[in-house]
């Protein structure tokens, strides 16, 4: 008799949580705004409670991009019902010049 080995499993394919979701929605809901002035705004990462966005086109360096942050944090916390770190990922996103 061989040793019994149970077939190799993979993990699922996980839909992205609710939580996720949120995130995710939450700069896209400001989108239109920022795409008018020519800027935008992309989620770069979710690290637990720190999220992690990169402000690009014109939204560099508008002199308002720190009061977008803080609409798109307050945004999150209110939609999160949670303190989250929102942190802005200075350059340009890779590939694109």
């Known amino acids: 008799m061989g040793i019994k080995t149970?077939?190799?499993k993979q993990p699922p394919i996980s839909e992205?949580?609710?939580?996720?979701?949120?995130?995710?929605a939450v700069p896209d809901e400001n989108r239109a705004s920022l795409r008018r002035d020519r800027g935008d705004c992309e989620l770069v990462?979710?690290?637990?409670?720190?999220?992690?966005?990169?402000?690009?086109?014109?939204?560099?360096l508008c002199k308002l991009a720190g009061?977008?942050?803080?609409?798109?944090?307050?945004?999150?916390?209110?939609?999160?019902?949670?303190?989250v770190r929102l942190i802005p990922l200075p350059g340009a996103a890779?590939?694109?010049h």
């Not at 979710?46 to 086109?57: A, E, F, S, Y």
């Open 94 to 96: 890779k590939g694109r």
């Open 16 to 24: 992205p949580s609710d939580r996720e979701r949120i995130v995710r």
């Open 45 to 60: 990462k979710i690290d637990g409670k720190t999220i992690m966005v990169r402000l690009t086109g014109a939204s560099m």
């Open 67 to 83: 009061t977008t942050l803080a609409a798109i944090a307050a945004r999150l916390i209110e939609r999160l019902g949670e303190f």
């Open 6 to 8: 149970e077939p190799t």
